[in-house]
Structure formats: C-alpha cells, structure tokens
C-alpha cells in the first residue's frame, strides 16, 4: 500500500507530506483547494508529464515521492529485473522536475519513465474524474470481463495469444511469396550474379590486411631501402664510423686492461654482449635488406587483386567476413526461389494448421467469457441495484469480428436498460456521466476481491449524486477498502463519513502567496469537516449533531456489516 507522499514546490503546494494509513483513506477540503493537485502529484511520480508552469513561481524544481510497502511478488521480481534492490517490502518512487527534464528513481536507482510505469501498474490503481468515460470503449469493456474472468479466461488469453504471434508469423512470411513468374526469374538472374561474384574472388579471411600491408611496403620501397641502408652503414663494421666497428674497438682496448683492475671484468662482459646484439642486429638488417627486393608485376598484382576486394566491399560489406555473410544471405533467397513453389505450398499447409488452431483457442475463449458474461450481468445488476438504480437490466452482447487477434475475435458491449419496460441499449445512448460513475464503482467493487492492485484511487468519481444514491456509494467504497488500501478525494459528507483515516486540504494566504496544507484529522475534528460539508459556511449545533450522527452511524455499519 501506499504509506507516505511527499509533495515539494508544485502549483499550489509549498511542501506537504501524507501518511496514509489502510483502509479508507478520504481526503476533502473546499473547492479549489488543491485536492487534485495533491493526487495529481502521483500521476506525476508514476511519469505523466507536466508544463513547467507547474512548479511553484520562486521554485527552481518540483519533488514527488512516494513510499509503498508491498508483499507482491510479481512487484519483488520486476525490481529484480530492473536490478533495484528492496528491503523488507519498501518501494520509494521519486520524480525531481526542473524547468526542462525531470530525473525518476526506485529506491535510489535512476529508472526510466517506462519502467516506473510499468511498475506502477502493479503498485496502484488510478481512477480520475473522467476515466468512467473509457466504459465507452469496446476494448475497455472486453478488458473489464476478461479481469472478472481471472485465471481462467487469462490461461486462455495467453493460449489465443501464442497461437496468433504463430499464425501471424506464418502469414507474413507466406505474403512474401506473392510474386508472379516474370519477377521471380529476374530475382535469381540478380542474386546468381551477386553471388557468382563473390564466388569467383574466393576471398579468404585476413586477406585484405596482409595485401594492404604488402601494398604500402612495396609502395615505400625506396624511401625504405635507403634508410635501412643508412642504419646499416651506422651500425656496421664497414669504416671507422660503424657502431659496429667503434664497439668492437672499445672492447679490445678494455681486454688489454682487464689484468690490471679485476673490477674491469663487468663492464667488458656488459660490453661483449653489445657488441653480440650489434652483430645479429646488422646481420639481420641486411636480410631484410636482401629480401626487400620485388618485381614490378608482384606490385602490380598486389594492387589488381586490392581493387578486387575493394569492389566487393564498396557492393555487400565493409570487412570479407561481412562479404561471406551477404553471400550466405543470398545463397538463401536462391534457394527460396528455386524451390518456390513446393516453399509455397508448405506455408500454406501450415498456415491452415496455424489458423486452425488459432480457431480453437479462440473459441474456447470465447465460450469461456460468454460463461463468465452471464456471472458478471447478473452481479452488477445487483451491484446497481445496492446503488439506487432500481430497475435496471444489463446484457453484454458478443459479437465475431471479422479478423483475428491476440486477444480472439470477439466483440463485447455493455447494453443497459434503467427504466422498466425500456430495451437494453449501449451505455454511451443512455447513461448520464454520474451514471456511468456508478456503474465503473460497480464494476470496481465487482473486481476487488478478483485484483491484486494494493493501492485504489478514487478522485471525485462521486460528481453528481447525492441523497440516498450517495449513502449506497460510500457502502460500497467502505466494502472496496475491506480488501484494498483506498485514497478518496470526496466532496461527499456521506463517504467522508466512511473514513479509516480523514485528511483536510486547506488553502490560506501569507506573505508568500497562495499555499495549500493537508493534515490529518482527530475524530473530533472529523466531524466539524462532516459538519462544513453538510451545512456550509455556517456550522450550527443542530448540523454538528447530524455530522457526529453521520459519524457514528457509519462506522456501526462497517463493523456490523460491510466487513
């Protein structure tokens, strides 16, 4: 669950910092407060992006922090895999926003935007003031039953899903066989040249390095030539001037002395052995000199077969290796063509094996979510009609697209009826935005006990209801937070009244401006916030007494019977 919020420098916010707790946790405070700033600054941490006239006037950046403590495994292994470490359960998410980047951390690790949204996938479950409206989508609502279908109608999701990457896989390597007799005929005239070329070089590893090595000595010749000559001559023994022969000079007149001082002997052997390297480094220069020696025509076939290999580089790879490696690749679309049709005939034989089983898996599915389908309308009819709607019918309706997809190939809609005698009819022609806000808490409380997110957050779903509608709703959110640690922004008396823990969002004016503060509410200070929600600007005695009546009667109706 979510445990602590650290919010620094954004819009409103100087600095606040929230401790929730489990259970309940409702959040009001008058209107333009700062309410959704504060949740807001969650979707900020988990990667949504945000103007620079975000951060507070005076600020240099904006912080958010998150903290989580969490027992998911699948959390625990995908922080493995980005290599964060945790301990004891501790998941701190961090965004630090400057006027043109922002830097995201897990547990002091830098991460990327991706990964943190991804993660928070598993971590928490957002739901705005507007996100009731994507119960309007097809896919969304095919989503919505294949979450209430669980384990079951997911083996089969990843079953379908296999069978089409296979099928689909096949299909597209089949579409490259389109090709009429005319082309295929030119296409292997093209790679029979292409690799005949190749061929024909008989180009070996190392090649192309030992000619050019070649190339630039014999290029050189002549510059090389007279200086290895001059090096002989200055280490040679031929004149007086040869290191050679001024070595071999030093060392007879150093023998003649070495009787006289014993001392001697060291440097006539240090000697001896210069004198020996001079002699096999002269010897071995004048081979060299002896073998420097090559024909024009060497030069000239030296550089003919350069210009080969050149050429072949210029056409298929900068080095032979990637040369013999654009040969192999050719070598197999020529095989491809010349056995084109039997190729041809084999990836349609498997193509309809493919689909097949692609059919199968999709059936299954199907059959498996229609069984599931007639579950959930018959609980969310129920579900409904804990929320005040009073006659209400609801179908969902299946329908065979006419392609298929990871996902099978079916079509669902949520039909809806909420007068009696009324046909059912697709949400989006009959239900009101605060309608469609009941129906998605409906939905929600349908799959508590099916999700494994810790963490909901609800911000004003609860927009134009009131009365009695309104008590049914905050019975709901109460039983949602038996199962699921709940964060609820609320202008409703009734679902304040539910709170495990109640938090005020205040807004005052100073010498630095506009701030807006959150703290925690005592009991009692819980009902006067009960109280302002109920009458307003002015809190009588009479209002405080049905505050505290709220109270008490709310939390009696947790205990007894929510739980």
Known sequence: MLTNLHVKNLALIDEAEVEFGPGLNILTGETGAGKSILLGSVNLALGKKMSREMIRKGAENA???????????????????????????????????????SISRVNGEIC????????????????????????????????????????????LLVQTGTAYKEWNKIRQELSSY?????????????????????????????????????????????????????VYSMTGYDGSTGAG???????????QIVSLDKSLEDFASSLTDIDALINDFNREISSYLEELTFSEEDYYEVEKRLDVINHLKAKYGKTIKAIGEYSEQQQKKLDRLIHFEEQKQRLQEQKKAAEKKLEQCAHKLSEKRKEYGKKMEQQIIEGLQDLNFLHVSFEISFEKSGHYAENGFDTVEFLISTNPGEPVRPLSKVVSGGELSRIMLAIKTLLADRDETETLIFDEIDTGISGRTAQKVSEKMAKIAGRHQVICITHLPQIAAMADYHYEIEKNVDGNGTVSTIHQLSQEESVTELARMLG????????????????????????????
């Open 63 to 101: 912080l958010v922090e998150l903290v989580f403590m969490t027992e998911n495994p699948k959390v625990i292994a995908m922080l493995d895999e980005m290599g964060v470490e945790t301990e004891e359960g501790q998941v701190m998410i961090t965004r630090k926003i400057t006027g043109n980047r």
């Open 536 to 563: 307003g600007a002015q809190i009588t005695e009479s209002v405080l007494a049905n505050a505290r009546e709220m109270k008490e009667l709310a939390q009696v109706q947790k205990s007894s019977r929510l739980k």
């Open 245 to 255: 022969e001024q070595i071999g000079r030093a060392l007879r007149e150093l023998q």
């Open 112 to 155: 990327s935007t991706a990964q943190i949204r991804e993660l928070s996938l598993l971590l928490l479950d957002i739901h705005g003031q507007h996100e009731h409206q994507s119960l309007l989508y097809p896919d969304r609502q095919l989503a919505i039953l294949d979450a209430y279908g669980g384990q079951e109608i997911n083996s």
């Open 178 to 230: 389109e090709m009429d007799e005319e082309s295929r005929k030119r296409e292997m005239a093209f790679l029979e040249f292409e690799i005949h070329e190749i061929t024909e070089a008989q180009l070996s590893d190392g090649e192309d390095e030992e000619l050019e090595a070649r190339y630039r000595k014999m290029g050189n010749a002549r510059r090389i030539a007279e200086t290895v000559n001059s």
